[in-house]
């Protein structure tokens, strides 16, 4: 499996823009779709974005759309996460995770069960 490292959470004032890294160490992202969830205390894990393996597509919560926008660079080994005008509900811990071969369709459907590899989360606090 593949190790995954978030980093990029901070505390921002609402309306503030942050970009997360998701950077894998040792074997190459390639072949392998990533995702982003994210944990509010108290609140389930919920499917942020999602990119496939080949670039092609990408997917995103459908009350995020607009806001955050998901990329990769696979020579880094690392998948950003792009979160503009941040809202109060918007806080949580960040986590990124890979599925290898995953077809679109899944991707698409950005669930936890379908992920095996996962980092350890960065804090995203928005507050006035």
């Known amino acids: 499996q593949v190790q995954l490292v978030e980093s990029g959470g901070a505390l921002v004032q609402p309306g503030s823009s942050l970009r997360l890294s998701c950077t894998a160490s040792?074997?190459?992202?390639?072949?392998?779709?990533i995702a982003w969830f994210r944990q509010a205390p108290g609140k389930e894990r919920e499917g942020v974005s999602c990119?496939?393996?080949?670039?092609?597509?990408?997917y995103y919560r459908n009350s995020l759309k607009g806001r955050f926008t998901i990329s990769r660079d696979d020579a880094k080994k690392t998948v950003y996460l792009q979160l503009d005008t941040l809202k109060p509900e918007d806080p949580g811990v960040y986590y990124c995770?890979?599925?290898?071969?995953?077809?679109?369709?899944?991707?698409?459907?950005?669930?936890?069960?379908?992920?095996?590899?996962w980092g350890q989360g960065t804090q995203v606090t928005v507050s006035a």
């Open positions: 995770a890979a599925a290898r071969d995953l077809v679109d369709f899944f991707c698409s459907l950005i669930r936890p069960s379908d992920f095996a590899s």
């Open positions: 990119i496939s393996s080949s670039e092609d597509s990408d």
């Open positions: 040792g074997r190459s992202l390639e072949h392998y779709a």
